[in-house]
């Protein structure tokens, strides 16, 4: 029987938590996207120019941002465990955004700092995305 290291917990966890934040987004519930970062959560959101502090701020951003139905497909990842309650997770993303008839895909970068909360939950205390730069 192999033994999981942490790191490779942690790059297990980094891809459930993923997922779980990508099917938050099929919700289009910002209320549901929400929940997932912490009350004290710094955002540097994809679409926006505004640096959001609070999950307050970050639900009035997926208020708007769900409207354009995304989802969210990693291209290239790795994850830093931080010990057994944190971890970075970053690397580039493709969001496909927009009306069914009109869809396009927006190819952008990503860091997420995912901490586990009091009652042991994991929430997101750091997001930064922004659209890949040309060249």
Do not use: C
């Not at 929940?35 to 004290?40: K, R």
Request: glycine share 6%; no cysteine; aromatic share 12%.
């Amino acid at each position: 029987m192999e033994k999981i290291t942490l790191q490779e917990g942690m790059e297990n966890i980094a891809q459930s938590n993923f997922e779980i934040w990508n099917h938050a987004l099929a919700t289009k519930d910002p209320d549901v996207v929400a929940a997932l970062y912490s009350e004290e959560v710094s955002f540097l959101p994809t679409l926006s120019s505004k640096f959001i502090k609070g999950g307050t701020e970050a639900k009035g951003y997926f208020q708007h941002f769900l409207e354009k139905s995304p989802i969210g497909e990693i291209v290239e990842e790795r994850v830093r465990s931080l010990g057994d309650d944190a971890y970075l997770h970053s690397g580039k993303y493709n969001f496909t955004l927009g009306p069914d008839d009109q869809r396009q895909v927006v190819e952008a970068r990503f860091t997420f700092a995912w901490k586990k909360d009091n009652q042991r939950e994991w929430k997101i205390i750091h997001h930064h995305s922004s659209i890949m730069p040309k060249g």
